[in-house]
């Protein structure tokens, strides 16, 4: 992605700046906004969080704390402001907009929907949260939700806020081991499931995997089930409670927010690192959801009719920011779909825009990428006059997606806006603001106010101007993720000792002469697979407990749909040949491990890894090797065997 020429910006096209109301709606509001919120973050912040939330007592502190206090410190934002983030995303609407959708879902059958307004959805949400409290859940507990794409979903997290439980929704595909994993970490007494979750006509047994998952884990006192499909499903009478009873015994259709204060953690979301177990990122009440709306309402220009979808799903920040809190913040009609962009057929997201007329658009570049491979027709076939806004986000989108997504999709009527920004960054950090914004394929361009990127080059320099290196942010902002739950150092560690003062993001960035940023993708060891997130050291841990393999190294490599695939190489045990079954082997590990989308794509048998003579394994030659690049490979006067190297060339895969 390096070698992207200097290009020339594309003018917003005029459909998108009519009608904005925006605070942002060129480049020049754009640049005093975030000079604005650079020079006084209180002001600027304490501002929007006021007009944008329901504060139970509105702060009067901003931001408290820095980068280089961080180790002994937590960054607070609205600190002694008190409030329940539902009142903001639900209460505050009743009299405006009640009768409004809030939650429009599309199932997974096309033509399946549900429409909740927001009237409808502050009943849920206060019955279930009902429930909950039934069940024992005390404020500040931990809730494990394992849920599929169904607007109950969303209600059990809102649920969970409503009486200041913290949540932790585990994505739905994860496996019951790593389900164990999460329930462990954050020592969580109660879990919501569903019977079964549906997605591209299969079924994936919620219930089950949960129960697998608890298997032994005594501390787990209940398991709330909400019924999808009715298909049967084992019960454990002391501990499975229906949540279709338990609404009904409760009884009520309202039920006051219980007070938080500000940095009170509102949920824990565990996201791959390069090294280790996932983190659990903790997120707080005010800074997420103040950084939610803002982010949600300026990048998107969000208007009062419109259809917004966004396809990611509820278990990955994008679903809690994007789906969940900045829409129903802002009292817009968020759309949930349960299904994926090829089912039935690859015409399905546009069907959805044709038939809800959707206005707003959010999906990854892998999905562009494997529908535009699938011929332009499936496109075309369907009215997508309703679009404004096209969004993309998740990985690095390279030109040629970028372009079919402008021109085959949005008609060149359509800004782009590829946002970049992580788990831990709450929302969206880099990015086109679509009326403001002229864009380039393959930029996510400037920064949001509060977010000030420096690249820092090799020598551990600051760029000034064009230029390319590692991308940190130099400012807290308010939806910064502010530990890692039971494990401050961890945080401290991973992301704020690599250039003391900056959070360090793992990405590489590329500036040009005009300032665009373009990412350049991980230069950690973290993969980036279908926009899903992974840690090369989980796949390793994988490998080596299956029984024919010694030792793994694991790296990615590009992929013209995927972004990139998963390269294993791996030695065998001693007295091993057979190598027939190896990759299913070890892709049924990664399953039961990990989950269905951790899947190895190339496993390639070698003699020993690349090591240097005091043991450490030269990922770099991994890493070129699997890129198909082997005259790259550089320094090897490090190398302990060069011959393993050789032997590794001689057998790559690529
Ligand atoms: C990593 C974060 C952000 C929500 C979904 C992913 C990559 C994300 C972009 C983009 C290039 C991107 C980065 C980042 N990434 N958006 N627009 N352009 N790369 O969240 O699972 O925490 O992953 O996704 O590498 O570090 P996540």
Redesign the pocket.
Known sequence: MSTIPEMPAREVPDRVRQGSHSPIQSLDDWRRSWMAARDNPDGFWLRESQARLAWQTPPTQGLRGDFHTIADSQVSWFADGTLNVTESCLDQHLATRGDKVAILWEGDEPGVTRALTYRELYVEVCRTAAALRSLGVQKGERVIIYMGMVPEAAIAMLACARIGAVHSVVFGGFSAEALRDRIRDCAAEVIITQDEGLRGGRVIPLKATCDDACVGERHVRKVLVYQHTSAPVDWLPERDVWWHEALADVAVSELPAVPCVAEDPLFVLY??GSTGRPKGLVHTCAGYLTWASYTHEVVFDLREDDVYACM?DVG???GH?YIVYGPLCNGATTLMFESTPLYPDAGRYWDIVARHGVTVFYT??TAIRALAAQGDGFVTDYDRSSLRVLG??????NPEAWEWYYDVVGEGRCNIV????????GG?A??PIAPATPTKPGS?TFAMPAIVPVIVNDEAQPVVGPGEGRLCLAQPWPGMARTVWGDHERYVSTYFSTFPGFYF???GCRRDAEGYHF????VDD?L?VS???MGTAEFEAVLISVEAIAEAGVVGFPHPIKGQGVYAYVVLQPGVHDETRLLAAANAACRNQIGAHARIDVVQVVPGLPKTRSGKVMRRILRKIAEGAPEQLGDLSTLADPGVVVAIIAGSRR
Request: hydrophobic share 35%; charged share 15%; proline share 5%.
């Open positions: 996201t791959s990611a990955w920040i994008t920011t990854a570049p993309t986000v998740g990985e690095p989108i590829d946002t970049w920004w992580q788990t831990e960054t969206i880099i990015t996510a993001t793992g990405d990412i350049t993708g991980r973290v980036n926009g899903h997130r």
